[in-house]
């Protein structure tokens, strides 16, 4: 069965650090892995999705790896801001049709 | 907005209570899911419809009921609500592995 485990659970950074967030998987067989970021009180927003050819995926100052061999993949956010304060989640496509299977999260606070 | 519209946002019930929960998506997506997401355990997912017509069960399905209305409407029902139930719950919609979009959610309680 496959077990999705982001760590840490949280963390707290000042404003202007490169955040860091890690994502692992214990099936490397997945299709895709996408993040995603939740607000909240909110449902959650699509950041990045890394299909089962690339290697990685950027948007503007994020970024995310994919290393399906070893079962990892990580974000990074470069110089945060205040409003980079959310919870993010990895998730992953076991197959083609969607369903997904999602890490607990990271809640990352970014102080002024 | 094109998007995904839940409702109810809030709802408590009673132990026992039944009570159906209302998705509705406008971007044409063949497949609809719900999850529910609790404290330090991410979203696990409850039913999907991989096309009209279509539901399987995830991976929490007991309690649970769904009804794929049409190809924009995906209904979840508890039939005896339970405190295990107390949750949030979001739909979702796509297109395969792509165009992932979340509705905002309903917090639900049962007393």
């Known amino acids: 069965k496959q077990e999705v485990t982001q760590i840490p659970a949280a963390l707290s950074v000042p404003e202007g650090e490169n955040l860091v967030l890690n994502c692992s998987f214990t099936d490397s067989a997945i299709y895709n892995l996408q993040w995603f970021r939740q607000d909240p009180g909110k449902g959650l927003t699509s950041l990045l999705l890394i299909q089962s050819s690339q290697r990685e995926q950027t948007s503007g100052r994020l970024n995310a790896s994919l290393d399906k061999s070893s079962g990892r993949s990580t974000l990074y956010i470069a110089a945060s801001q205040p409003g980079d304060s959310a919870t993010y989640l990895c998730?992953?496509?076991?197959?083609?049709?969607?369903?997904?299977?999602f890490g607990a999260g990271t809640q990352v606070v970014v102080t002024p | 907005n094109a998007g995904v519209t839940q409702t109810p946002k809030f709802q408590v019930l009673k132990t026992g209570q039944s009570m159906t929960l209302q998705c509705a998506q406008d971007m044409n997506h063949n497949s609809m899911y719900w999850y529910r997401q609790d404290p330090g355990m991410g979203l696990r997912l409850i039913y999907y419809s991989a096309s009209e017509g279509t539901t399987d069960k995830g991976e929490v399905p007991n309690g649970y009921n769904v009804s794929r209305l049409n190809k924009r409407e995906f209904s979840l029902r508890l039939e005896s609500a339970a405190p295990s139930q107390t949750s949030v719950y979001f739909c979702?919609?796509?297109?395969?592995?792509?165009?992932?979009?979340f509705g905002s959610g309903t917090r639900l309680t049962v007393v």
């Open positions: 979702a919609s796509s297109e395969g592995a792509v165009g992932y979009t």
């Open positions: 998730a992953v496509y076991p197959d083609s049709w969607g369903k997904l299977q």
